[in-house]
Each structure stands twice: as structure tokens, then as C-alpha cells.
């Protein structure tokens, strides 16, 4: 009867330690997967560029351009083709200022932009301005004051904010909105 008893102990242990081997070479081989997956772009997440992309970055980047962070297609207007660049206008927009209550005190945000368009629809753009003002302001007075202070809030609200004026201005009109002044006291 100790023989058995003594089988019977080992036995539950040898079988412990095997599945904890097992399930260490499949955590190993599964990382290893996900991380093959990630590399080959297999899963569409993550800053991984489209190759077309890259090559118009390395052709840039051999013709003298530094890598500071665009796209080769906006890079495409600096240096020797400088085409692209006269085909655009700026649009002051008028300084806003919007009260924020932020609890005990009241803050003041002063905010001054311009916005990129094509040349051809800059008379268009500055025409409809009274409505682009408005929609920013609208925007801005709906935002809370930790809306403004993260991170990663200038380039939300900016992400917004051009996306509503391009609804306001019409498709194709409106290339980037350029934040000029964005001060909180």
C-alpha cells in the first residue's frame, strides 16, 4: 500500500511540471508569432508606413531632405519642386478668446489661426469665414479644460477642428488648419 501512495504523489507533480513546459512553448510560440505578424505587417496596427509611402521618404531623403517627420507627398513642394507650394494661400482667421470655468477659477483661452487652402478657392473660403469662426467656436466652448490639457489635446482638437471646417468650406478647399496661438491663462 506505501508503493501505491508514493505513486500516486509523484504522480500529480510530473504531470504539473509537464503542463507548465507545454504551456511555457506555447506562450514562447505564440510571442514569437505575434511578433512575426507585427513585423511582416500582418496585422494592420501600429505606425508602419505603406511602402509607397516609405520610397517617396527614401527618394526625398537621398535629394537632400531631412527626415523630419512628413510624408513624402508633403515634402514633394520643398526644395527644387517648388510648384506645389505656389498653388496654396493662407486665410487669417480672427483671434478667439472663450471663457473655461475650471472649477474655483475662471481661465481664458486665446486662440489664433490660419488655415491652408488652394489658391483658387482662397476668394470662396474668406468668403464663408463668419460660419468657420462659428464652428469653432462652438467646438471650443464645448471643450472642458482637461480636454486642453493633455498630451495629446493640441492635435485632437486640432484633428477636429479642420475636419469641421472642411465640412463648413466644402471638399477639397481647405488643406490644413495652422495653429498660431493657443494660450491658456
Known amino acids: 500500500m506505501t508503493d501505491a501512495a508514493a505513486n500516486i504523489e509523484d504522480g500529480p ?22 511578433f512575426y505578424a507585427m513585423t511582416a505587417g500582418l496585422i494592420p496596427i501600429g505606425n508602419k508606413a505603406p ?5 517617396a521618404e ?16 508633403q515634402m514633394a513642394g520643398i526644395g527644387e519642386n517648388s510648384t506645389a507650394m505656389e498653388d496654396i494661400a493662407f486665410v487669417e482667421l480672427d483671434p478667439i478668446t472663450i471663457s473655461l470655468n475650471g472649477g474655483q477659477s ?33 467646438y471650443l466652448r464645448a471643450l472642458d479644460l482637461k480636454d486642453l490639457t493633455g498630451p495629446l489635446a493640441l492635435v485632437r482638437m486640432r484633428a477636429q477642428m479642420l475636419r469641421r471646417v472642411q465640412i463648413v468650406t466644402g471638399k477639397g478647399r481647405v488643406r ?8 491658456l491663462n
Open 51 to 55: 511602402e509607397s509611402d516609405m520610397a
Open 106 to 138: 475662471v481661465t481664458h483661452l486665446r486662440f489664433r489661426a490660419e488655415l491652408e487652402v488652394n489658391a483658387a478657392y482662397e476668394a470662396e473660403v474668406s468668403k464663408v469665414l463668419p460660419r468657420v469662426i462659428d464652428v469653432m467656436n462652438g
Open 58 to 73: 527614401k527618394g526625398d531623403l537621398k535629394n537632400g531632405a531631412s527626415g523630419s517627420g512628413y510624408s513624402g507627398s
Open 176 to 183: 490644413d488648419l495652422l495653429i498660431m496661438e493657443f494660450v
Open 13 to 34: 507533480k510530473k504531470s504539473g511540471k509537464s503542463s507548465l513546459v507545454i504551456a511555457l512553448i506555447l506562450a514562447l510560440a505564440g510571442a514569437g508569432g505575434g
